[in-house]
T-cell receptor, first 115, second 113 residues
Framework: ETGVTQSPTHLIKTRGQQVTLRCSSQ?????VSWYQQALGQGPQFIFQ???????GRGNFPPRFSGLQFPNYSSELNVNALELDDSALYLC??????????????FGPGTRLLVL | GDSVTQMEGPVTLSEEAFLTINCTYTATGYPSLFWYVQYPGEGLQLLLKATKADDKGSNKGFEATYRKETTSFHLEKGSVQVSDSAVYFCALDGGSNDYKLSFGAGTTVTVRA
């Protein structure tokens, strides 16, 4: 069984640029959630995708957007990067369709540095 | 909204010592509770979970019991090893129809040989 994978592992961008992060969900999982983890803090929920639709969103501005593909993989896009966007971005997959009481399995993350 | 409060770290222990990390929560529904562990430079790994009151989650010698009366989910291990050095996160979801995980700030544990 293949776990959650993310690419790239590390990324350096400058302020104002745009970035796309990718996630492949664990085999058999149809739901993908994205989290932002700033240094020394717990992860913060960005949004979740189920059946290619956004299924809920945390307190992040619209310049954070996403996609889910028919194979359940997902992308996180961030436009107009700001210095505070520097963080570890974690993708998690699950199989319950976002209904709660389901276990989310995390990938290794993409570390983004904005200069 | 739902929230989690964790014991602040860092925590430094000797090998074979007893570990407790306190976690309390605030929730309006009936959440499931989780402990995740993050090793240096890695993502989060699920350590254990409990889905209803009085459930005990356990894995790799770690245990935590879902206490609704005290809104707590404290993590314990009887004899830690150097390999248990990591950051531990307590988290909850909102129960049915509430998918997002809310995390505590994390507790850094260092075990010395």
């Amino acid at each position: 069984e293949t776990g959650v994978t993310q690419s790239p592992t590390h990324l350096i961008k400058t302020r104002g640029q745009q970035v796309t992060l990718r996630c492949s969900s664990q085999s058999g999982h149809n739901t993908v959630s994205w989290y932002q983890q700033a240094l020394g803090q717990g992860p913060q929920f960005i949004f979740q995708y189920y059946r290619e639709e956004e299924n809920g969103r945390g307190n992040f501005p619209p310049r954070f957007s996403g996609l889910q593909f028919p194979n359940y993989s997902s992308e996180l896009n961030v436009n107009a990067l700001e210095l505070d966007d520097s963080a570890l971005y974690l993708c998690a997959s699950s199989s319950g369709g976002g209904l709660g009481q389901e276990t989310q399995y995390f990938g290794p993350g993409t570390r983004l540095l904005v200069l | 909204g739902d929230s989690v409060t964790q014991m602040e770290g860092p925590v430094t222990l000797s090998e074979e010592a007893f570990l407790t990390i306190n976690c309390t929560y605030t929730a309006t529904g009936y959440p499931s509770l989780f402990w995740y562990v993050q090793y240096p430079g890695e993502g989060l790994q699920l350590l254990l979970k409990a889905t209803k009151a009085d459930d005990k989650g356990s894995n790799k010698g770690f245990e935590a019991t879902y206490r609704k009366e005290t809104t707590s989910f404290h993590l314990e291990k009887g004899s830690v090893q150097v390999s248990d050095s990591a950051v531990y996160f307590c988290a909850l979801d909102g129960g049915s129809n509430d998918y997002k995980l809310s995390f505590g700030a994390g507790t850094t544990v260092t075990v010395r040989a």
